[in-house]
């Protein structure tokens, strides 16, 4: 048993505690001495706020415009997460489709590859034409935009699965359903939430994109009416709010998989040992 | 051995075409009766058919010409009275050792009883996993993990257990435990078990019979009784007849007993 042992031997919580105090400690370290740097910078050479605004001055506009910042932050949420939502409830059934038939897979192929190699920055304002300048036409752009990588990741998890674990299926008589639910899904669960960690990155791309087409509110929004006034602080303030945002919701991402599939993290981490 | 064979195999072929039109054979006119409660071993160089006439058996693969009978029926209706296990454990790593054993009772009936989770212990407690079936088979070593397919593959009771190679992955100190470990659970189950391997000791160590194949098309050379006595320890292995059974072995598959300038094993 001594295998056994060595296997589920971790290493002492002191050492731990150092390791996870580190990985805290020295982003942190770096990301305030790069703000230090830029405001002593924007100080010391007299750079004027409108060419590149100090940290303190961003920070200061942001306080300014507090009250109209949740009503922009929600209109941009929404946008992603109607974006986010669709693309996962096409993307996920799809590649279902596409690796469970080779006809669907011939199929659909061209028709995604087309689009994909369409820019989509290109697209929406033909799509604010044909769908008009509400909503459906701002999430359709987030959608199309962070659809493609969820659907490839999903595609190729799903034909991942070992051969052996396929002939070990097919002795137990599987039915379509069963296969797919207890053995090829779980099986693609890691490649499932590479392509979640895309999508819903480029989610927030796609609704910025679709802000500076067509919106009377959202921070892509408050970035353009920003810059059209000059007021160039506020809208590095936005860009600050979305990369926020960003982070926020690719935490949730991470965060799902750990609390949900934790065999999914778990088994990323022996992979790499 | 007058009762009808558990398993028959009757003139079995398996051909395929290959990229360029050719066919190849894979198995060519394999007939082989193995009765109830026999263990069997298949040897034989790569390319010899030896798992191909073991997929065929499972059903994994169609078959050309020839006919297998399981229990007196033809091999598609009795499947479902076949265990297989494969060369890598293919555990799935996202369920507990217990659940990977109960997986074909899932399969079959939705839920597993309080019965089924009952002989899945049993099982584990046998092949001394019993405290493991929380565990994810990540969790395991290599024979462990092996262990624990073999339980996954005895968790319906099946009439036949396949083999196909199963400790060719592990390392041989495993290996030579996990033969002791078949043994003992055959002894336990008394399963017919028909197992692949290209290892001649392992074949004659385990086995009552050895099927000898040869490659280009798979052909039976030999089918070589092992006469030694049960139950059988690493001493068996320094009887006259487990030389006398691997040197005929050898001769079948070399053309010559293989201590000249052949690799021994």
């Keep these: 048993m001594d295998t056994m042992e060595r296997l589920i031997a971790q290493p002492s919580s002191l050492g731990r505690f150092w390791r996870t105090a580190q990985g805290i400690l020295i982003p942190v370290c770096s990301l305030g001495s790069l703000l230090l740097l830029w405001e002593g910078a924007v100080h010391l050479f007299g750079i004027r706020p409108f060419l590149l605004p100090a940290p303190s001055r961003i920070l200061q506009e942001l306080v300014a415009t507090g009250p109209h910042l949740p009503g922009n932050i929600a209109a941009t949420l929404l946008t992603v997460v109607l974006g986010f939502g669709t693309s996962v409830l096409i993307a996920i059934p799809l590649a279902v489709a ?22 989509m920055i290109a697209i929406a304002p033909i799509l604010v034409v044909i769908m008009g300048t509400g909503q459906l036409s701002r999430t359709t752009v987030a959608f199309l935009i962070a659809f493609f990588p969820l659907l490839i990741s999903t595609v190729t998890g799903l034909l991942a699965t070992p051969r ?55 921070l892509g929004y408050l970035i353009t009416q920003s810059t059209a006034f000059f007021n160039v602080p506020l809208a590095f303030g936005a860009v600050v709010l979305l990369s926020a945002t960003g982070v926020v919701l690719f935490g949730l991402v991470v965060l799902t998989e750990r609390v949900f599939f934790p065999w999914s993290v778990e088994n990323d981490r022996i992979r790499r040992d | 051995m007058v009762s009808t064979p558990i398993l ?30 026999e263990f069997v071993a298949i040897v034989g160089p790569s390319g010899c058919g030896k798992s191909t006439a073991l997929r065929l058996i499972a059903g994994l693969d169609p078959i050309t010409r020839g006919a297998i009978r399981i229990a007196g029926r033809p091999g598609a209706e009795g499947r479902d009275r076949v265990g297989m296990v494969f060369q890598k454990a293919t555990l799935l790593h996202w369920l507990t050792i217990e659940k990977n054993v109960l997986l074909p009772v899932r399969v079959r009936k939705g839920r597993p009883e309080a019965a089924d989770v009952a002989a899945a212990k049993a099982l584990l407690d046998m092949v001394g996993l019993g405290q493991f079936g929380g565990k994810h088979p990540q969790e395991l070593s290599g024979g462990m993990q092996q262990r624990a397919a073999i339980c996954r593959a005895l968790i319906q009771d ?27 659970i055959w002894e336990a189950r008394r399963k017919t078990i028909v197992f692949v391997t290209h290892s001649i000791p392992e074949a004659v160590l385990l086995s009552d019979r050895v099927v000898v194949m040869t490659p280009r098309p798979g052909r039976i050379a030999d089918i070589v009784p092992i006469d030694l006595p049960r139950p059988r320890s690493v001493a068996s292995m320094h009887d006259r007849a487990f030389q006398t059974a691997t040197d005929r072995i050898r001769r079948s598959i070399y053309g010559h007993d293989g201590t000249a300038d052949r690799p021994t094993l």
Excluded: H
């Design chain 2, 158 to 184: 099946p009439d036949i257990l396949l083999m196909d190679e199963p400790f060719g992955a592990l390392d041989a100190m495993t290996r030579e435990e996990m033969c002791f470990e078949l043994l003992r």
């Design chain 2, 8 to 37: 028959a195999l009757d003139a079995v072929s398996q051909a395929y075409l290959s990229r360029d039109g050719s066919e190849v054979r894979a198995l060519d006119d394999v007939s082989l009766d193995v009765s109830v409660g």
């Design chain 1, 98 to 119: 596409i690796a469970s038939s080779p006809v669907v897979a011939r199929a659909v192929y061209p028709l995604l590859l087309i689009t994909q190699s369409t820019p």
């Design chain 1, 164 to 218: 052996e674990v396929v002939d070990l299926s097919r002795m137990m008589r599987t039915s379509f359903f069963q296969d797919l639910w207890m053995i090829r899904l779980p099986g693609a669960v890691p490649f499932i939430f590479a392509g979640l960690k895309v999508a819903i990155s480029l989610s927030v791309i796609g609704a910025v994109v679709s802000e500076f087409v067509t919106a009377n509110a959202g």
